[in-house]
């Protein structure tokens, strides 16, 4: 009876062993997988970034080319009926 609780006993840290070692790789697998997927999504925000970057930056400079185009014009305006603002 002794014998036959060993080899159970056994069997089972066998089992377990195997149990976690698949938990583990399981893991192991699916942190890679998350990382992969963080990684793409990481990219695909600093690209979104970029482009919101990039259309501020043309949305200033239209703003100050208008206001370069006002201020000309508004000079022009003066210049032409005599008093300068």
Do not use: C, P
Not at 43 to 57: G, P
């Amino acid at each position: 009876m002794r014998e036959e609780t060993r080899e159970q006993i056994s069997s089972l840290r066998e089992e377990t062993r195997k149990q976690i070692d698949t938990l583990k790789e399981d893991n192991r697998q699916q942190l890679e997988t998350l990382r992969e997927e963080n990684n793409k999504q990481f990219i695909n925000l600093h690209k979104e970034i970029t482009e919101v970057k990039i259309i501020t930056a043309k949305i200033e400079v239209t703003i100050q080319s208008q206001a370069v185009l006002s201020r000309e014009a508004q000079l022009f305006v003066g210049w032409v009926s005599g008093s300068v603002t």
